[in-house]
């Protein structure tokens, strides 16, 4: 397949302060019927460089109905198998992010937890794990992180990184405390996922601290830097949440932040 991004999304959601994801179909559900929800898309990627194969967050790890992941089924799509991808990159570990690290099969007439890219290695900060197992459920997956550490092939990352010299991993905290962001430079191109600071295209466009952040000024300061360098960079921006652009480069136009399709 060619090099470049590709969106594996898991679907639409409406999400409350009791933390559970409720599926949203736009065609004929009314987010006025869900008061103080948020709503948003759930959408891993799929980054294809010339020597890898990156999943970045892999999402909510949702079954289909033949018990295997969702995510397989769009890998699947693109000519590829879990056993292909080569990385799994995480920004943070709230369980729409991270959940899908895992996923259980039958060993031994048991049900066990195994890594979701048995050949992928995983990559997270230390920091960033040490702040979940203080947190815990429901904004946790506790046992299926547990399970990653115990099975996957993996690097605890602590702090700034640059991964196989060509993936720069920084912390920016914001969303919570040692949150990542992911830059991949992949040739002519540069790929920037920021998690949930830059979570939508539209957040990028205006000026707001939101209250799920753990410091919502520093996420509202770092999306104007991001924006800025992202313009000059001529960065390829990844959107996990949003519901209408999974990615785009961006300008600015009389002041307006515009998206280059």
């Known amino acids: 397949m060619e090099n470049g991004v590709y969106p594996l999304s898991e679907g639409t959601y409406t999400i409350a302060g009791d933390h559970i994801f409720v599926p949203f179909n736009v065609a004929t559900d009314n987010i006025r019927d869900r008061p103080a929800s948020l709503l948003v898309e759930i959408q891993p990627f799929l980054v294809v460089t010339e020597t890898d194969k990156i999943v970045i967050d892999p999402g909510l790890g949702l079954s289909l109905g033949d018990g295997r992941l969702h995510i397989y089924h769009l890998l699947e799509r693109y000519g590829l198998q879990p056993t292909d991808i080569t990385k799994v990159l995480l920004s943070h570990l709230h369980l729409d992010h991270a959940g899908g690290v895992v996923h259980q099969v039958i060993e031994n007439g048991r049900w066990t937890w195994v890594p979701s890219f048995p050949n992928a290695m995983y990559y997270w900060q230390s920091t960033e794990w040490d702040y979940a197992f203080s947190k815990g459920g429901p904004s946790y997956p506790i046992e299926r992180l547990e399970a990653m550490r115990m099975k996957s092939k993996h690097v605890i990352l602590n702090g700034e990184t640059i991964i196989d010299n060509f993936i720069e991993a920084s912390i920016c905290g ?18 920037f996922f920021g998690g949930d600071v830059v979570p939508q295209f539209s957040q990028m466009q205006r000026k707001f601290v939101a209250k799920y952040d753990y410091d919502g000024k520093r996420s509202a300061e770092l999306r104007e830097l991001f924006t800025n360098r992202a313009i000059e960079e001529g960065w390829t921006c ?5 519901i209408r652009k999974p990615y785009c480069k961006v300008k600015r136009v009389d002041g307006m932040i515009m998206s280059i399709d």
């Open 174 to 191: 914001g969303h919570t405390p040692t949150h990542q962001t992911f830059l991949i430079r992949a040739g002519r191109d540069n790929y």
């Open 238 to 242: 990844l959107f996990f949440h949003d």
